[in-house]
């Protein structure tokens, strides 16, 4: 393999990563934009989205079969099932935080998470289940750089999903009440917009994007575990600063960008694959100290 | 609590002990089986135990060795350091003439100075950590392959398939790093290249940058030295990555949930295993007596606990006598005995001549052995 075959495979590897990271990322920002919450239960989310993924696929295959008909439906299915989970987490666990200080609600989050993955480990107990579904290889041989169909139409996907939400966001009266709280919670309430309402609207999208994630990521790596959501949260949580938390738009340009510069990383001679994850949180580290803000975050000005 | 405990386990020795001592008579021969029979790991200690009573019965079935019958007389390690130590001055005490058993490493070891001391000669058949080689005072004999002997099998694979060019991947944990580092030291002996030795993260889904770092290498063959659940995605990526040539996993990565999680990405993996029935022919008919004297499938470790016995009647009728250190020079003095498990011969560390690990290979989501 050449210089530039290895570059274009990897560019292609990065994008797949990065959209996976960039989905999750969105849900990040999205909440913490709205009510200023890290939420780091939201790589469990993920990888709660990937079981329930499990579940329904594992019943519809023996219906509509295991291709992509069926990993539509239980996409969507989980998306919704997933996402009204996130609903629930937030009124039971966030609402009743929202006036205490912020370190409290941010350590209820760090429990829901342990709740969640704990939970998961529990039912399953703590084994790698194998995704029912076993797509084909085929995909386009250019030489050395094999890129399969999966994984175009997983990319594909991931980008309508980021392009719907930020038509919804941008164009729709929903989506105005969303930015319309990032900027001022009080003055939205006077103005007699349901507040409540459009945050569990914000959880519910952010949740089920990340729930969309995980089963692709199901379907993709073909294994799924009580554990997965863990790193993918940290490397997502990542993407968001890097975009600029709070922005959408830089979550996606965030997730992107980091599953790129981690391709592209791990194939700079004399540093391993190993040194992967060194590599992501080491970005992290710089980014924060020079540039807090991130790519296209401003400092409070408008978020979302 | 604990003391009524000690006093009804106590109870129950002594008990047992009369009872032996019913059934013994001075004309049997007295062999002991020291395998864990309560704890985590008892369905292995059990089936362990039900081979090498089997293997005796059939002995005394034939004559018995040197005119005597074999009694049995088990004593239970629990995989527990000092419960098998326990266990062990008991089967002394009572006068065994030999020993055959030893599943987990740790809990054996320290028995082995025990029965070193007493002159009592040993055969293990299931525990094969490298450190038993260290503390063996001899009288003890290794028929389960060790760490090295999976390197030799795994080497001769790939020599038969006319590899050059080979890249190892590991995780970086004990037991698969040993391995890889065996594994590279051995084939760049030969005078063969390692293109690639590469480590990755426990629990990473995505493994394409391994992918792209390996195949930009060209390698004859991968050789994934850690476990099967990381192993599984890392071979699909392989696969979907457009790597075609030969993949091979250590034992391991010998699981069938490999095979699930790979799906057909997994085809023609080869896979390096110890000797379970399921992959002997020479099996056979051991695997229906088993089945139809205990009523269920034989585990991972009966087949080598079964030639464990069979290898030790063999070493007395060799011996001539019932004498400990005649049986033990017998039992160093072995040549190509033929076991369902594979011939044994021994070193002079007292281990295994010839390894006998199987080679598997991936066929329509199956594991089975490779001709």
Avoid at chain 1, 71 to 81: E, K, R
Wanted: proline share 3%; hydrophobic share 50%; with cysteine.
């Amino acid at each position: 393999m050449s210089i530039q075959d290895i570059l274009l495979q990897q560019l292609a590897n990065g994008l797949i990563l990065g959209s996976f990271y960039a989905l999750v990322a969105l849900g990040y920002t999205m909440v913490y934009g709205i009510i200023k919450l890290l939420n780091f239960a939201h790589g469990d989310l993920y990888m709660l989205g990937s079981f329930v993924g499990f579940i329904i696929l594992s019943f519809l295959s023996t219906y509509i079969g295991d291709g992509w008909a069926g990993i539509l439906c239980s996409m969507v299915l989980s998306m919704i099932a997933v996402g009204l989970l996130g609903v629930l987490i937030q009124r039971i666990a966030y609402v009743p935080m929202l006036s205490a200080p912020r370190l409290s609600i941010l350590i209820t989050a760090l429990a829901v998470s342990m709740v969640l993955y704990n939970g998961v480990m529990a039912l399953t107990d703590g084994q790698y289940l194998a995704f029912p579904t076993d797509l084909s290889y085929e995909g386009f041989d250019l030489g050395n750089v094999f890129i399969t169909n999966t994984q175009i139409i997983l990319v594909g996907a991931s980008f309508i999903l980021m392009i719907v939400l930020y038509l919804f966001v941008h164009k729709t009266l929903y989506g105005k009440a969303m930015r319309a709280i990032a900027i001022d919670q009080d003055a939205c309430r006077l103005m007699g917009i349901n507040v409540n309402k459009i945050i569990a609207l914000t959880f519910f999208i952010g949740t089920s994007l990340a729930a969309a994630a995980g089963i692709m990521a199901g379907t993709y790596y073909g294994s799924i575990h009580f554990f997965m959501g863990f790193v993918i949260g940290l490397k997502a949580f990542t993407a968001a600063v890097i975009g600029g938390i709070g922005s959408i738009p830089g979550a996606m340009l965030g997730g992107l960008l980091l599953g790129l510069l981690e391709s592209f990383g791990t194939q700079i001679p004399f540093i391993g694959t190993e040194w992967k994850d060194v590599f992501s949180f080491s970005i992290l580290i710089l980014l924060l100290v020079f540039k807090p803000t991130g790519i296209l975050g401003k400092t409070e000005i408008e978020r979302m | 609590m604990k003391k009524s405990l000690l006093l009804s386990s106590l109870g129950g020795a002594l008990a047992g002990l009369l009872v032996l001592g019913n059934v013994a008579t001075s004309a049997d021969l007295k062999i002991g089986i020291m395998v864990p029979t309560t704890g985590s790991e008892a369905t292995y200690g059990k089936d362990m135990e039900n081979a090498i009573n089997l293997a005796a019965a059939e002995i005394n079935k034939a004559g018995g060795v040197l005119g005597q019958k074999i009694v049995t007389m088990t004593g239970d390690a629990a995989c527990d350091p000092q419960q098998a130590t326990s266990a062990a001055s008991k089967l002394v005490s009572a006068d065994v003439t030999a020993v055959v058993g030893g599943y987990c490493s740790g809990a054996t070891m320290p028995t082995m100075k025990i029965y070193g001391d007493a002159g009592i000669p040993m055969v293990i058949p299931a525990a094969n950590s490298t450190k038993l080689i260290d503390i063996n005072q001899g009288n003890a004999f290794q028929i389960n392959s060790t760490g090295f002997d999976q390197v030799k099998t795994a080497v001769s694979l790939f020599e038969a398939k006319g590899i050059n060019k080979l890249a190892i991947v590991h995780q970086g944990d004990g037991y698969s790093e040993d391995l890889a580092k065996l594994t590279r030291e051995k084939w760049t002996a030969m005078g063969k290249e390692v293109v690639a030795y590469e480590v990755v993260n426990k629990g990473e889904q995505d493994q394409s940058a391994l992918v792209t770092r390996v195949k930009s290498k060209a390698p004859d063959a991968v050789f994934w030295t850690a476990y099967y659940a990381d192993g599984a995605m890392v071979i699909k990526q392989l696969r979907q990555g457009g790597y075609r040539n030969l993949i091979a996993v250590g034992d391991g990565s010998n699981s069938p949930k490999l095979l699930e999680i790979a799906g057909k990405a997994a085809e023609g993996v080869y896979c390096f295993s110890n000797p379970t029935v399921e992959y002997l022919p020479a099996a056979k008919s051991f695997h229906a007596n088993y089945k139809a004297t205990y009523k269920q499938d034989p585990d991972a470790y009966a087949a080598l606990s079964y030639d464990g016995m069979k290898l030790m009647a063999d070493a007395i009728t060799r011996a001539g006598s019932t004498d400990k250190a005649a049986i033990i020079k017998a039992l160093a003095a072995t040549k190509e005995f033929t076991g369902i498990a594979g011939p044994i011969s021994f070193t002079d560390k007292n281990t295994l001549a010839r390894s006998n690990f199987v080679i598997l290979v991936a066929k329509d989501g199956k594991w089975i052995l490779n001709k």
